[in-house]
T-cell receptor, first 115, second 107 residues
Framework: EPEVTQTPSHQVTQMGQEVILRCVPI?????FYWYRQILGQKVEFLVS????????KSEIFDDQFSVERPDGSNFTLKIRSTKLEDSAMYFC?????????????FGPGTRLTVT | GIQVEQSPPDLILQEGANSTLRCNFS?????LQWFHQNPWGQLINLFY???GTKQNGRLSATTVATERYSLLYISSSQTTDSGVYFC?????????FGKGTSLLVTP
């Protein structure tokens, strides 16, 4: 069964460093998402991406975040200058169509620890 | 935005017991999904169920869209069912998650 994959599974970085989290969505999906989950809290939406541009973003997704689809398979989330409060689990997700009509599939997550 | 409330927040069961988890939402939805977050933090899709009833083994779910709630039933619980169960509905171009129900199944 097709699945969303994410790398790395765990990343430790120092405050102020740039990190790039990588995702490979399901191949025939057109909509891509990033969510984050701070330890012990609920999953929160960061950004959605369709047709090579951001379609929606939350207030969490400020100027230190960016997303890119550098080729036909990868979808990346970059955090320019990490802060302690960026420590969280980051999930990538994809759907065939808009979330209001199609099931959303999640990757296994990348646990980011900022020290 | 749409509000998603899950109950109970915590649940402890003995192995073999049955349970019902509830998800209330504040507005009409086109997408409702149930997830299980395992101890490793992975989100496992359980059901895509904007309306109606579905079953998958010991798990089943029912969504009554007109009354704005969904129920997840776990029968004959096993220790491997432990974890957090999340309900999520479609918000503005993304899923809006509830705070989850934390389930612990003891031997």
């Amino acid at each position: 069964e097709p699945e969303v994959t994410q790398t790395p599974s765990h990343q430790v970085t120092q405050m102020g460093q740039e990190v790039i989290l990588r995702c490979v969505p399901i191949s025939n999906h057109l909509y891509f998402y990033w969510y984050r989950q701070i330890l012990g809290q609920k999953v929160e939406f960061l950004v959605s991406f369709y047709n090579n541009e951001i379609s929606e973003k939350s207030e969490i997704f400020d100027d230190q975040f960016s997303v890119e689809r550098p080729d036909g398979s990868n979808f990346t989330l970059k955090i320019r200058s990490t802060k302690l409060e960026d420590s969280a689990m980051y999930f990538c997700a994809s759907t065939q169509g808009g979330v209001y009509l199609y099931e959303q599939y999640f990757g296994p997550g990348t646990r980011l620890t900022v020290t | 935005g749409i509000q998603v409330e899950q109950s109970p927040p915590d649940l402890i069961l003995q192995e073999g017991a049955n349970s019902t988890l509830r998800c209330n939402f504040s507005d009409s939805v086109n997408n409702l999904q149930w997830f299980h977050q395992n101890p490793w933090g992975q989100l496992i899709n359980l059901f895509y169920i904007p309306s109606g009833t579905k079953q998958n083994g010991r798990l089943s779910a029912t969504t009554v869209a007109t009354e704005r709630y969904s129920l997840l039933y776990i029968s004959s619980s096993q220790t491997t069912d432990s974890g957090v169960y999340f309900c999520a509905v479609d918000g503005k171009d993304a899923l809006n998650f509830g705070k989850g129900t934390s389930l612990l199944v003891t031997p």
